[in-house]
């Protein structure tokens, strides 16, 4: 069966850096796109960054420059580096994936992880 599970939210001072893991894991033919959402409290969630298969990615405006989205298709692993994090950057960030299997491609959601920007 196959799953996405996120890592290395926390608490970090405005300024600072935190970097995010996604690892699928299961029954996995190939990974076409991967991207990372995050949802701030009472807001909707919105779009972070994507990257594809072959590592071509895609950005939100606001967030270019500060956050690098990386993969590793050897491991099935996908990464957030976020830097010089700001206050509104306070959100539950979440991986998600489309994974093709035997028969099919499904889109996948991670659980969430909390990214926490103090001032």
């Known amino acids: 069966q196959v799953q996405l599970v996120e890592s290395g939210g926390g608490l970090v001072q405005a300024g600072g850096s935190l970097r995010l893991s996604c690892a699928a894991s299961?029954?996995?033919?190939?990974?076409?796109?991967m991207g990372w959402y995050r949802q701030a409290p009472g807001k909707q969630r919105e779009l972070v960054a994507t990257?594809?298969?072959?590592?071509?990615?895609n950005y939100a405006d606001s967030l270019k420059g500060r956050f690098t989205i990386s993969r590793d298709n050897a491991k099935n692993t996908m990464y957030l580096q976020m830097d010089s994090l700001k206050p509104e950057d306070t959100a539950v960030y979440y991986c998600?994936?489309?994974?093709?299997?035997?028969?099919?491609?499904?889109?996948?959601w991670g659980q969430g992880t909390q990214v926490t920007v103090s001032s």
């Open positions: 998600n994936a489309r994974i093709q299997t035997y028969r099919a491609a499904y889109d996948y």
């Open positions: 299961g029954s996995i033919f190939g990974i076409d796109v």
């Open positions: 990257i594809s298969s072959g590592g071509s990615t």
